[in-house]
């Protein structure tokens, strides 16, 4: 596609529960980049993709959040047994930092 | 404290005004990422600088790099309505540059 595209825009679940959130990068990008922006943090990455090599995970939080990168294009973000503290904007980027639109994350 | 601060953390400017927004890091740079951020949207790339003393224009947005005081500066020129949102700035970090680390942001706001 032209840009980045993550699904979905908007997530709002229950404590506890598992998410998966999708990013589409820009076609051809090979590098692949999930962040975080919640009010108390700012912006702050979460992991990197490269296209076969190991991802980066450095900047998971916890163990609860886990990424995978299918066919070195589509990327989901799982997030599993929810917390409050989790909602934020989930921000994927490719190649050269473009970003996505991000999905907003709610976790009652 | 954050490893890029930004100031102001936010300003209101009358339409037609000039304003620049710092960057200023506590590591040494080696690039710095400018992005706007409308409420509640992703980050819309402006403009990278990679070498110290490069500078960028865009039409009214310019951005420049001084490498030896770490900090980077964006110039709005004769601002509009539409200049107004959140400003980003991030620098690469990690061994290979591979991951941004973001200043808190600056909110502007363009009154008319």
């Known amino acids: 596609g032209a840009g980045v595209s993550q699904s979905p825009s908007n997530k709002v679940t229950e404590k506890g529960k598992d998410v998966e959130l999708r990013c589409d990068p820009i076609?051809?990008?090979?590098?692949l980049y999930w962040y975080r922006q919640s009010l108390g943090q700012g912006l702050e990455f979460l992991i990197y993709?490269?296209?076969?090599?190991?991802?980066?995970k450095s900047g998971l939080p916890s163990d609860r959040f886990s990424a995978e990168r299918t066919g070195g294009s589509v990327s989901t973000l799982t997030i599993q047994r929810t917390q409050q503290e989790d909602s934020a904007v989930y921000l994927c980027?490719?190649?050269?930092?473009?970003f996505g639109p991000g999905t907003r994350l709610t976790v009652l | 404290s954050q490893e890029l601060e930004q100031s102001p953390q936010s300003l209101i400017v009358q339409e037609g005004k000039n304003l620049t927004i710092n960057c200023t890091s506590s590591?040494?740079?080696?690039?710095l990422y400018w992005y706007k951020q409308k409420y509640g949207e992703g980050l819309i790339f402006l403009m990278m600088?990679?070498?110290?003393?490069e500078e960028k224009s865009h039409e009214k947005i310019t951005a420049k790099l001084d490498e030896k005081k770490q900090q980077s500066s964006l110039h709005i020129t004769a601002s509009q309505p539409s200049h107004a949102g959140i400003y980003l700035c991030?620098?690469?970090?990690?061994?290979?540059?591979?991951?941004?680390?973001f200043g808190a942001g600056t909110i502007l706001r363009v009154k008319s």
């Open positions: 980027a490719s190649t050269h930092q473009f």
């Open positions: 076609s051809g990008h090979t590098a």
């Open positions: 993709f490269q296209g076969n090599s190991a991802p980066d």
């Open positions: 590591k040494t740079l080696y690039g």
């Open positions: 600088l990679q070498k110290g003393g």
């Open positions: 991030g620098a690469p970090r990690g061994e290979y540059g591979n991951k941004l680390v």
